[in-house]
Structure formats: structure tokens, C-alpha cells
């Protein structure tokens, strides 16, 4: 039976109880993940000598893909070699013509390197480009450009920001 003044008791009870540690606990802010480290905002790789340029997107071309287009860099894989990617074209069929731009990085053995290559974007959103041992994937995410490097039995990590004041 419900009696007056017993609503207060209830609520002297509750507080109680969530005071003790049943209440539902905050959730702790993430940590830093293996991206956050990648974003080296002085990071250069190579100055291309014919600039290749960025054809916008057409109107067949979905908004999330049409994200992908332009300079992405200021990064580097796994926080140590200096990585640019230029999105140059995106076609509505997902294939993607783009640059490929790499400083050199002497302790794995990699040379400066500029290539355009062809990519494509997956059914979940991912741009996909591979080419020898390596396949790259890249997706955008809170304005980045987002990737993961396989070559052999390794995996690199890069987080790129946009270009947009950029020396190519």
C-alpha cells in the first residue's frame, strides 16, 4: 500500500543505492589508439614535377565516395615514413585514378617514390589499391583519411589529414 511520506523513502533508498556503486558507472575516455600517433604535420614526400590535377566528382558519384577526393598527407605510416595521397579522379563504378607519393625512409629500405596508380572503392566504403605484395585500404572518418598498409606479414598504420595549402 502506498503511503504518504513513503515516496521520499524511496527516493532517500535509491540515492543510497546509487551512491554505493549500483548506479550505472561513466564510461572512461579512450586512449590514444595506433593512428594518433601517425599525424606528423611537417611529414614531405616528393615534389611531383608535372602537378596532376583534381577532377571533382560528378553527380553519379555517391557523397561518402566523393569524400575521398583530393590531397590527403601530413602523415606518415606507423609515425615514420612520410606518406601523400592524391584522390585525382573517382568514377561512379567506384575505380578511383590517384598519386601515390612516399619519402624515403632508409631504415626499412624505401626509396622516394611518386606513382599514379588505380584504386577502388569496396561495397563497405573502403578505397582499395594494390599493387605486388602490398594492398592498402584507406576510409574516411571524423574528416581523416584512415589506412592500413599490408605488405608481406606486416601492417602499417596512417591517419591523413587534407591538403590544403600544399606545396604539389
Same mark, same amino acid.
Given at each position: ?29 579512450? /586512449? ?6 601517425? !599525424? #606528423?604535420?611537417?611529414?614531405?614526400? !616528393?615534389?611531383?614535377?608535372? #602537378?596532376?590535377? $583534381? ?8 557523397? =561518402? ?30 575505380? #578511383? ?23 577502388? $572503392? ?6 582499395? !589499391? ?10 574516411? =572518418?571524423? /574528416? ?13 598504420? $596512417?591517419?591523413?589529414?587534407?591538403? !590544403?595549402?600544399?606545396?604539389?
Amino acid at each position: 500500500m502506498w503511503r504518504r511520506g513513503s515516496g521520499a523513502l524511496a527516493l532517500a533508498a535509491a540515492l543510497g543505492l546509487a551512491l554505493t556503486g549500483c548506479a550505472p558507472k561513466r564510461q572512461e575516455a579512450a /586512449g590514444p589508439t595506433p593512428y594518433d600517433r601517425t !599525424v #606528423v604535420n611537417d611529414c614531405y614526400t !616528393v615534389d611531383l614535377f608535372t #602537378v596532376a590535377k $583534381i577532377e571533382a566528382p560528378g553527380p553519379d558519384v555517391p557523397a =561518402e565516395w566523393a569524400g575521398f577526393s583530393g590531397k590527403w598527407g601530413s602523415a606518415a605510416w606507423d609515425g615514420k615514413w612520410c606518406h601523400d595521397l592524391h584522390i585525382l579522379k573517382i568514377a561512379a563504378n567506384g575505380e #578511383v585514378d590517384l598519386m601515390d607519393l612516399h619519402a624515403p625512409y632508409e631504415p626499412w629500405a624505401k626509396p622516394a617514390t611518386a606513382f599514379r596508380r588505380k584504386g577502388f $572503392i569496396t561495397k563497405e566504403g573502403r578505397l582499395r !589499391v594494390s599493387y605486388g605484395a602490398v594492398i592498402a585500404e584507406y576510409w574516411l =572518418e571524423n /574528416g581523416r583519411l584512415y589506412g592500413l598498409r599490408k605488405e608481406g606479414s606486416g601492417e602499417l598504420r $596512417i591517419a591523413m589529414l587534407p591538403r !590544403v595549402n600544399s606545396r604539389l
